[in-house]
Each structure stands twice: as C-alpha cells, then as structure tokens.
C-alpha cells in the first residue's frame, strides 16, 4: 500500500525550484557527491541541530555516513514546500558495513525514517533543521550499538 | 476567501492544542475526515476511537504528565502540512514498566497531515524519535529497554531488515 502523498501540487516558481535542489541533496547522500552538496548548500550555511563532531558541514556527514553504511540509500517519502521552506520526509535502507562509534561492523542492515527542514535564500539552502526527526537513537538502538554511556555522550551533546 | 495554506495551519495548530488537553494522537471528531487513516507504526496499547488500526502516542499522558506541547514550525502547501513540534513534561508515572523518576523532560517531534474538505483524511508521525530522547533523558535506556523497545514496535517504522 502507497501511503506517502504526493509532491507539493501547484508550487510556485520558486518552490519548484527549491523542490529540485532538496532533492538534489537525496542524490548527493546517495552518490556521495561534495559537487552536488555544493550547488546545493550556500557556503554560509546555518544548521541549527545539534551534529557530531566533524559533520557539521552537510559533505562531511556524507562522509561519516558512508564510512559506517557503505550502501546507505535515500529515497523521499513526501516533500512539502512553502515559500522559502521546505520540508523533506525520507526512508533510508542500509548495511552496518563499517565501524561506529568504536563498535565494529555487525552486518545489520536497517530501515529508517527521518526528515529535513531547509530555508532557501536564491536557490541555495541557507538554513537547515533536523533535530524533529533525525532517527539517530533509534539507528544505534537497531544496530544494538547503544551502550550506557554512549546514551550518556549523546544526551550530553544534544544527539539523541 | 483565506489562502488553503492558512487554513491547513489554522488545522495543524488545533491539533497540536487539542494534544495538551487530550494528549499526543488525539484527533478531536471535528477534524477527523470520516475516512481518514493513521499511519503509525505497529500498534501497542492505545486503540484509535474512529476504528482505524490502533495507535500509540509517543509517551502516555499517565506516565509523562503535565504534557504542554508548543509549535516550533509549520510549513503548508494546499494539501498537505508539517508540523515540528516540542513538548515538556514531568515523568510521575509508570513509563514501560519503570516507577516514576521525577524528572522533567523536554522533546521534539513531528506530524505530517493531509487536508480535504477542512478535515485531516491521512495523519503520518514519527513518533518513536521523541519517545527514545525521553527514556535517554530519564536514564531509562538501559539494554532492557532498548530491547522492550524492539520487541514491541516502539521504534515506530525504523527496523532491523531481515
């Protein structure tokens, strides 16, 4: 059964425009692209949600994100666009290929759902949020790569 | 004649008050297409009144109570609305087995929903993420409760694959 909405219908010329470039980004996780995140992504970019050390920048959590999921794959379950915002609902599938937060590679392959909210300014993402539905805990739960103390770090730095 | 898109988060932003009198997943009958559908994840505890298969709020209103949830963001095209919102609340009762901490708790969450004819026909949440943030705030997400999580459908749609 289909139960994810259509696009957005009748945008304008703007929200169709910023409903491309979102779903660039889906191709630039996919194909593990720096040069699509650059068309993309303006250089001043303000992430308001809390990352991991080292992923601050959109690339770079490409790059972390492939290390531990080699074959991690996005697909979009709804967009909705509203002037400069838009909302982007996603189902990832992956394999546990790689290590993660020092735990080794276990081969559970996994299913999740999250989402990105992004403001636009010219065509570029100049503002992004996830911190609504970033599956982070939920990833690590699944992978049973979630000890005591790492549900410490990540409450402590605002990750769970 | 006001924008759909008005209207829709006019809609949205009912919903979300209706939660701090009902709770999270009330759906006041007013705003209920009589054909709408919830897509939530596998179902445990509360069944839906409208006869739809049974949902489960993030936290239950008996275990974390004082539940006041407050709109973050709305985005609205004319179908279709998003919601991201955050709640706080106090942990005074039993949560998944587990007696009362005391504790206050503050999460965030989201809800997609679909408008026709003024009312919602399709819901979509993502629960699970503002369920998980609070056990990890009230020190609950020990081994056994990541396990009661995964046995019981609370992860929402996340899963392992087979």
């Known amino acids: 059964m289909t139960v994810y909405p259509n696009p957005t219908a009748n945008p304008t010329e703007t929200e169709a425009r910023n409903l491309v470039t979102m779903r660039k980004m889906i191709t630039a996780f996919n194909e593990n692209s720096r040069d699509i995140v650059a068309q993309c992504v303006d250089p001043n970019l303000i992430s308001y949600s809390p990352h991991q050390p080292g992923t601050e920048r959109q690339e770079d959590e490409i790059a972390v994100q492939r290390a531990a999921f080699p074959d991690l794959y996005y697909s979009e379950e709804i967009t909705i666009a509203d002037g400069d915002m838009v909302f982007l609902g996603w189902q990832s599938t992956g394999t546990h290929s790689g290590p993660m937060l020092g735990t080794a590679a276990t081969g559970v392959r996994f299913e999740l759902h999250g989402g990105e909210v992004a403001r636009f300014r010219n065509g570029l993402i100049i503002e992004h949020w996830d911190h609504w539905l970033k599956p982070r805990g939920q990833c690590y739960i699944i992978l049973d790569a979630l000890p005591a103390e790492e549900v410490s770090r990540l409450q402590a730095g605002g990750l769970l | ?162």
């Open chain 2, 1 to 162: 004649m006001p924008d759909t898109r008005d209207t829709n988060k006019a809609l949205a932003r009912k919903i979300l008050s209706a939660w701090n009198q009902r709770g999270e997943t009330h759906m006041p009958e007013e705003l209920a297409h009589p054909q709408m559908v919830r897509y939530f994840a596998p179902p445990v505890g509360m069944a839906s009144a409208l006869g739809q298969p049974p949902v489960a709020p993030a936290l239950p209103v008996t275990a974390i109570q004082g539940q006041n949830y407050q709109e973050d963001l709305i985005i609205a095209d004319a179908e279709y609305t998003f919601t991201a919102w955050h709640m706080t609340g106090q942990h005074l009762g039993t949560l998944y087995g587990r007696p009362a901490t005391g504790l206050p708790v503050t999460v965030y969450g989201a809800d997609v929903i679909r408008v026709v004819d003024g009312q919602v026909i399709q819901h979509w949440d993502w629960y699970s993420k503002s369920r998980v943030q609070a056990l990890g705030q009230l020190g609950l997400l020990d081994a056994d409760m990541q396990s009661y999580l995964i046995n019981n459908g609370l992860l929402g749609r996340n899963r392992k694959l087979p």
